[in-house]
């Protein structure tokens, strides 16, 4: 699951890429007219809404499309940059670029495509962008109160509609589609162009907007790939088809001390539990978070066995089912919990000794465990120190533009 860089496309080849978009992009803007200010400008006239249109497919394509690719685990919403809202800059700043907008015929991405096409007003324009960044950074400190008030975090507007993101993007369709509408009767009465409400004009349409209408339903109705993993696996354990291979604490024990570097002891409970308390060498992938693509990675691997172990042996069980569904056979689920094992191994020292007269069965194992306890102990040290595994954490994107 994203994002793309650095796991899929290095960060060399990312500028390769952002290159070329970057060239496509403004192809695109000038076949379309964009590098004109005629046909930048209509919107405010009232006689060509191509950017309003444009902006609105834009918006409906890329919420539709993240959605779906959010829903089959695709792509990861965490990571996606979100400007902050600072509420009084949004309004003065919206404002001075629309000001400008309708003054100069451009905006900043419109500009640029015209400069590169040799235009002297896209240059204009582009150069007056340039006095406008120097000027604000030497005003800053004049500025920096209005510029940080009213910071009102990263909001998405479905949040704040206390909607899902499914039900907005429906909104969003049918906003689109009314607005498509809307202008066009009042672009053709500006033009003095009558509007024509043609059958098949209106099938063509009406099947262009129920495609992403449609697209989203399917979201709704249909589980996630986690869900229909999860809904696999009771079923299985309901049926009691899934029994997984169980390993005791004593035998965990006696491998890590022997044989630690042969097994991937994970253990599945959170992050906070994990700090507090696990077992020597182990590795922590909390248990909502083992379908994820990264932590996939750490289990489904050919050289070491892996060991789960959680809060419950339920915990444990369902982890190693989980693991299977992803294709690794090879595993095992601890049969008493994390505080269990820390207790009949880890702490076996500081536990009373068996009275006198105990059988020699219970006097090895005592024996056993303390002796066990302190060398998981040594290793648990040592491995910290040479042998601590490299986990990517994926971050949320330190960037965007406004």
């Avoid at 290159?19 to 006239?45: C, P």
């Avoid at 991405?109 to 006095?131: E, L, M, N, P």
């Avoid at 191994?345 to 020699?360: F, H, Q, R, V």
Wanted: proline share 4%.
């Amino acid at each position: 699951m994203g994002p793309l860089v650095p796991d899929v496309i290095s960060h060399e080849f990312n500028f390769v890429i952002a290159l070329i978009m970057g060239v496509g992009f403004g192809y695109a803007l000038e076949q379309a007219g964009f590098a004109s200010t005629k046909k930048l400008v209509g919107l405010f006239y009232g006689n060509d809404f191509t950017v309003l249109r444009v902006f609105f497919t834009a918006g409906v394509t890329a919420a539709v499309g993240l959605i779906l690719l959010n829903h089959y685990n695709l792509i990861d919403l965490n990571l996606i940059y979100i400007n902050p809202t600072y509420l009084y800059a949004a309004l003065v700043g919206g404002g001075i670029m629309g000001a400008g907008f309708i003054i100069g015929g451009f905006c900043p991405g419109t500009s640029a495509c015209a400069a590169a096409t040799g235009r002297i007003d896209g240059w204009a324009f582009v150069f007056g962008g340039f006095i406008g960044v120097f000027g604000f950074a030497e005003l800053y400190p004049l500025v920096k109160g209005l510029y940080m008030a009213e910071y009102q975090g990263n909001l998405l507007v479905f949040e704040m509609m206390d909607i899902s993101r499914e039900q907005f993007g429906i909104i969003l369709v049918l906003v689109a589609s009314g607005v498509f509408v809307a202008t066009q009767v009042i672009e053709n009465k500006v033009n003095n162009k009558e509007t024509l409400w043609l059958k098949s004009t209106i099938i063509k349409n009406s099947l262009i907007v129920l495609l992403p209408l449609a697209l989203i339903v399917l979201v709704m109705i249909t589980p996630t790939p986690y869900e229909l993993m999860n809904k696999r696996i009771d079923e299985k354990i309901a049926a009691g088809q899934c029994k997984p291979e169980m390993i005791d604490g004593d035998k965990l024990a006696y491998e890590l001390v022997n044989n630690y570097y042969l097994y991937n002891v994970i253990d599945v409970r959170t992050p906070q539990e994990y700090k507090a308390f696990h077992i020597p060498t182990a590795i922590n992938i909390p248990l909502a978070e083992l379908h994820f693509h990264l932590n996939q990675q750490r289990f489904i691997q050919n050289i070491k066995t892996n060991v789960f172990y959680g809060a419950s042996d339920m915990q444990a069980k369902r982890a190693c089912l989980i693991t299977k569904y992803f294709g690794k056979t090879d595993n095992f689920a601890l049969n008493i919990t994390a505080l269990q094992f820390k207790t009949t191994i880890m702490d076996a020292i500081s536990e009373a000794p068996p009275a006198l007269g105990s059988t020699k069965k219970v006097m090895d194992e005592y024996h056993f465990r303390v002796d066990a306890g302190n060398q998981l102990k040594e290793i648990g040290a040592t491995v910290e120190k040479i042998d601590k595994p490299v986990i990517k954490v994926a971050k949320r994107a330190a960037g965007g533009c406004s």
